[in-house]
């Protein structure tokens, strides 16, 4: 598995399924679900039928305190 700090400064961002969000959260998938439908997590993107989060942005928003995404800036 690659990690983040595997990627040079040019490369895209790594996507992230809700499995590895779950976990980097210490949750199930079906808490991130919940989190995402009251409006507490930040917004995934969807590409087909596939949700993915960016894991520089999941990781910062968990540094960051896991801040409402109201208040979560990049």
Request: net charge positive; aromatic share 6%.
């Amino acid at each position: 598995n690659r990690t983040h700090e595997d990627c040079g400064n040019n490369a895209s961002p790594i996507l992230i399924p809700v499995n590895q969000v779950a976990t980097m959260l210490d949750v199930s998938p079906r808490t991130v679900w919940r989190l995402l439908s009251s409006g507490k997590i930040i917004r995934p993107i969807r590409i087909g039928r596939n949700v993915r989060w960016r894991y520089d942005e999941i990781r910062q928003w968990i540094d960051d305190g896991c801040l409402p995404p109201a208040e979560f800036v990049e």
